[in-house]
């Protein structure tokens, strides 16, 4: 299923403050771990997409955030799939949509 991660703002590594957005892809791998190991796996999902997103744009330039989205990308879906684990969720794939200085 496709979670649509809303316009936030983050700061990057040479103080420049940027909005972004992007989509979240999961798939729910054990439906009872998704339903009673957290309260509502698909919010807290996203909001660690949020959270994962910003701390991985506060270490690296505005300039590079062009140039690495790919890195980027990869870099958030191994953060989520660390902590969804356990809540039977399996993070296949995050994408950046806009970004914008």
């Given at each position: 299923m496709a979670i649509p991660i809303s316009h936030q703002t983050a700061i990057t590594k040479d103080n420049v403050t940027i909005t972004i957005d992007g989509v979240l892809y999961v798939k729910v791998m054990d439906p009872v771990r998704a339903s009673y190991g957290v309260d509502n796996a698909l919010y807290a999902v996203g909001q660690l997409a949020q959270t994962t997103m910003r701390s991985e744009l506060g270490k690296i330039t505005l300039d590079k955030t062009f140039e690495e989205r790919e890195a980027l990308n990869l870099a958030i879906v191994a953060?989520?799939?660390?902590?969804?684990?356990a809540w039977g969720l399996t993070c296949l794939r995050y994408e950046i949509k806009d970004i914008t200085p």
């Open positions: 953060s989520i799939n660390g902590a969804a684990e």
